[in-house]
């Protein structure tokens, strides 16, 4: 029987290598471990994998494709729903959605729907593409502001509908967090995220760089004199938040967004490019999430000794499983039920290292998690030369303090409706700006939504 089958193992980089590099870790599964994998979907007739997935991609039906050996439809189904599968397939939290609804993975393991997909994404991109039917202008123009994964998601699914979509994109580079906030080893730039938003431009989306939306151009001015019959915003939440501790103004104190954007976009770790970046000999990272993760595992292969700072137990961690395991192995050190109060320095303004306090847990807090409390008279150093703040971010204000009518929330997230509609008319939202700092697969769920609800307004009118 098919679920008798052992899930089968994919291959990675040894960790006392790939420490050194920034090569992708995970390899990836090949034709015959991909279908003998796909051979253990039981092709539930009530999925329930299907509706743990935010874009809703009819996973049993490309699983099947797949395991018969027709890769060619099971790229052309997992294109009716996603626009992004060779991205998704790496960086999606699987674990909880998909394959954590997987019938398999409640006496066994779940089928590895992740890595099957990122293996038909990347085999749609080596032989020609997703492709698209054939699509039929309707003369309408829709503006998107964002090319990170909701924007792309949205301007993918409008323009198969007919519509001429324009991507604005505030820096030089089109991905967003993709290409800024996610490491090489884990999303390959060029390999993968450049090759997938060059499949949107064959069904007819249009790209503009460098154009800061609320400086540049105003959204009032897309709607009013551009010609737009709508907007969404997929503009993410790149502000960065800080402890407000004392020393945070030192030397050597970063957020994530900056050391990542650094090392990402403006690829500090290769020495063919001029783009400063320091790490000195020991770096902390302060925070439990994927960004976290990220940041110390960069840090690392810049050469330096790298720890995780977190307030919580590993229990709490709200990183990925893998991201967790793959830091582990590649050496890094974890200082949990820590909490730095200080960050302290020399007499020139440079970070010599943290105060912390150690950390218990209560009860509960409002997202379930056991609120850390302070363990009196725990106060102790931590050494370093460099402390990265990854905390979460927030969404930017320029936007809302440049056009009529766009309410925010107290966070300062764009107030939006479940399919995107903002207190603007014609202007939608949707992902990261919306929500606050989320996963790519939700931000992409998020696009799909607006964009029906893009075109039932534009058809309303």
């Not at 029987?1 to 899930?7: F, G």
Request: proline share 4%; aromatic share 6%; hydrophobic share 40%.
């Amino acid at each position: 029987m098919a679920n008798k089958i052992a899930r089968v193992s994919v291959r990675e980089q040894d960790p006392a290598v790939r420490a050194t590099n920034f090569e992708e870790v995970c390899y990836g599964y090949n034709a015959e471990e991909a279908q003998l994998e796909a051979s253990r979907c039981l092709n539930c007739k009530n999925p329930r994998c299907v509706a743990a997935c935010p874009v809703n991609i009819n996973i049993p039906a490309f699983i099947h494709s797949l395991a018969e050996g027709d890769f060619a439809k099971a790229s052309a189904i997992i294109a009716e729903d996603s626009s992004l599968p060779s991205i998704c397939g790496r960086v999606c939290p699987q674990e909880t959605q998909c394959e954590g609804s997987c019938i398999l993975g409640i006496k066994g393991e779940p089928v590895a729907i992740g890595k099957l997909e990122r293996f038909v994404g990347d085999w749609s991109l080596d032989n020609g593409g997703k492709g698209s039917a054939e699509i039929t202008p309707n003369g309408k123009r829709v503006a998107v502001i964002g090319s990170g994964p909701s924007g792309l998601a949205c301007a993918f699914d409008l323009a198969k509908m007919g519509y001429d979509v324009t991507v604005f994109e505030a820096l030089h580079k089109l991905g967003g967090v993709l290409v800024y906030g996610i490491p090489e080893f884990r999303l390959p730039k060029q390999k993968i995220v450049a090759r997938e938003i060059e499949d949107l431009s064959r069904v007819g989306v249009k790209f503009e760089t460098d154009v800061i939306v609320g400086r540049t151009i105003t959204i009032d001015d897309l709607l009013d004199r551009e010609g737009f019959s709508a907007v969404f915003i997929g503009s993410g939440a790149g502000l960065p938040r800080f402890m407000g501790i004392e020393g945070e103004n030192l030397n050597g104190v970063v957020s994530a967004n900056e050391f990542l954007t650094r090392a990402n976009l403006m690829r500090a770790y290769d020495d063919e490019y001029d783009t400063p970046i320091y790490v000195g000999k020991r770096v902390a990272v302060v925070g439990g999430g994927n960004v976290a993760m990220d940041a110390v595992r960069t840090a690392k292969r810049l050469g330096a000794e790298a720890t995780i700072i977190y307030r919580r137990s590993e229990a709490e961690l709200p990183a990925r499983r893998e991201e967790v395991h793959h830091a582990k192995e590649e050496g890094i050190e974890f200082r949990m039920l820590t909490n730095p109060t200080r960050v302290n320095g020399d007499e020139k303004g440079w970070v010599t290292g943290l105060s912390c306090v150690e950390m218990e847990l209560g009860e509960p807090d409002e997202s379930g998690r056991r609120s850390p409390v302070v363990k009196q008279g725990s106060d102790f150093d931590i050494p370093c030369d460099v402390v990265i703040m990854a905390l979460g971010t927030s969404p930017n204000p320029l936007l809302k303090s440049t056009t009529r009518g766009l309410e925010t929330n107290r966070r300062g997230c764009i107030v939006a409706d479940e399919n995107g509609a903002t207190t603007r008319e014609g202007v939608f939202a949707g992902g990261d700006a919306v929500t606050g700092a989320a996963t790519v697969i939700l931000a992409m769920g998020a696009g799909r939504r607006a964009a029906k609800a893009i075109d039932e307004y534009i058809k309303s009118k």
